[in-house]
Every structure is written in C-alpha cells, then in structure tokens.
C-alpha cells in the first residue's frame, strides 16, 4: 500500500509561482509513474503532468510551457513547479502513482492523494 501526501497548495494571485510537493510513503514508488490530476468545479478530473521513474514526462496542453514535474528518488516526492498561474488553474490538484506507463497512459490509477487546493485570484 502506498500513501501520498500533498502539500503546498494555497490562495495566489494571477502571475505567481507556486511548488506542489507529493511524498509517497513507500521507496517502492520509485518506481511507479507518478504525476498530478485537477479538479475545477463542475469539471472532470484533468491529467496535466507526469514522470517516470527514468526521468520522461508528460503534460497536458493547458499547462504546458508553465509547468514543471520533478521527482526525487531518493525523497519518494515529485514536485509540480507552477509558474504564471492563471484563474483556470484554480482546482483541487490530486497527486497519483501508477505502477506502469500503460495503467497511467489508461487513467487506471493505483494510489491518489487526499488533494491539496490551489486557487488563483486576480
């Protein structure tokens, strides 16, 4: 079983940086495929980044170019570097692992956070 625990979450204002942070409780999530999924109100759940335990990431095209995956194998944490935030990225931003490419690459996703709020003012 393998726990992930969000922080960094906040209230901004439109322009700004925020860091996300996703500590898995397991090392043997240095292997899974790990990244972040939103939820704005009354919308579905949104892939926007992920990262393979070799290093390759993915993102969604509503983030690309602003933000920026990373993991630290050593920590078990990945980390979502949002910069130029924008009102639409308002939404609760849910860490997830997958123990395979092909289970992410088909949402079927093992491990979720409890989810951390971001919400972008103007």
């Known amino acids: 079983q393998v726990q992930l625990v969000e922080s960094g979450g906040g209230l901004v204002q439109a322009g700004d940086s925020l860091r996300l942070s996703c500590k898995a409780s397991?090392?043997?999530?240095?292997?899974?495929?790990m990244g972040w999924f939103r939820q704005a109100p009354g919308k579905e759940r949104e892939s926007i980044a992920s990262?393979?335990?070799?290093?390759?990431?993915g993102y969604g095209d509503s983030v690309k170019g602003r933000f920026t995956i990373s993991r630290d194998t050593a920590k078990n944490t990945v980390y979502l570097q949002m910069n130029s935030l924008t009102l639409e990225d308002t939404a609760i931003y849910y860490c997830?692992?997958?123990?395979?490419?092909?289970?992410?690459?088909?949402?079927?996703?093992?491990?979720w956070g409890q989810g951390t709020q971001v919400t972008v003012s103007s």
């Open positions: 997830a692992a997958a123990s395979s490419f092909y289970r992410w690459s088909r949402r079927q996703i093992d491990y």
């Open positions: 397991v090392s043997a999530a240095a292997t899974y495929v």
């Open positions: 990262i393979t335990y070799t290093g390759d990431t």
